[in-house]
């Protein structure tokens, strides 16, 4: 991790002070390590007998790392590595390629530090899901919905981490229609690997809801999501033959040479396997 300190910039700023909340500081969650991180970075270190300096350095990463992962095995949503073999065994697929699929889509990570599954919104896909359910989107754009509602795909209105929360409810709440805001949760891709909403019927779940409450219970229905995606769009082959370029394909679309996905895959799956 990146040493930060007073004044630090960044989206490691941001992750620290998401930990920092968590652990029940107050503090501005944003990309700026202001005052009241500084004080409550030290604070931290007062009680876990580190220096008491306000750098947020390797030891101090540690412990920080270490309190958020206390905060959520408590909550028992974890994925075991057992798990990750019981489901490779399932599927006779390499534990070395579910391990790279898991960390690429999500850094192996399927919560974010307050409870919440890690989603990323996709304004392109929510321009898609209205018109799929009869609705012009070009009657909902206006300045404030511009980072959640357009035609194409566009990186830079990604926020990451609790922020993606604030894009989709955002997009939830452009109407009171019903269909917009299940149109709105169908458009984000959802847990440890990044199932996007709008599968759930094909997938076999009755609702968007039912979807979205099975992200919110614990990374095995992840993993379980994950398996029937796998099986539904005809993945698995590509898994065993470690062809990662028709995977990746399939998995994420035709635009996955822009954001190097075989790349990422085929090196976490070399790291795993090694």
Not at 186 to 211: E, N, P, V
């Amino acid at each position: 991790m990146k040493t930060l300190r007073y004044r630090s910039r960044g989206k490691e700023v941001n992750f620290l002070e998401q930990i920092l909340v968590k652990l029940g500081y107050q503090v501005f969650v944003s990309n700026y390590f202001g005052l009241d991180t500084d004080k409550s970075v030290r604070d931290f270190q007062q009680k876990n007998k580190l220096v008491v300096d306000g750098i947020v350095g390797l030891k101090t990463w540690t412990k920080l790392i270490a309190a958020e992962q206390a905060t959520l095995e408590s909550l028992d949503k974890l994925l075991s590595e057992q798990d990750l073999i019981d489901f490779a065994n399932k599927y006779t697929i390499e534990l070395a390629a579910i391990k790279a699929v898991n960390e690429v889509e999500s850094n192996g990570k399927g919560f974010l530090i307050d409870g919440r599954p890690v989603i990323l919104f996709e304004g392109h896909i929510f321009w898609k899901q209205l018109q799929k359910v009869g609705l012009n989107p070009t009657d909902y754009q206006n300045e404030v919905t511009a980072d959640v509602l357009y035609q194409f795909w566009v990186k830079s209105h990604y926020k990451g981490g609790a922020g993606e929360y604030d894009r989709l409810e955002k997009a939830a709440g452009i109407s009171d229609l019903p269909a917009v805001r299940n149109a709105a949760y169908a458009s984000a891709s959802w847990g440890s690997f990044q199932i996007m909403g709008f599968h759930y019927k094909s997938l076999g779940y009755d609702s968007i809801d039912s979807f979205v409450s099975d992200m919110y219970e614990d990374e095995g229905k992840h993993l379980d999501a994950f398996g029937k995606f796998l099986e539904v769009n005809n993945l698995i082959r590509h898994l065993k033959n470690k062809d990662w370029e028709a995977f990746a394909k399939g998995y994420n679309g035709p635009g996955y040479k822009k954001n190097k996905y075989d790349t990422k895959l085929r090196d976490a799956y070399n790291k795993y396997k090694n």
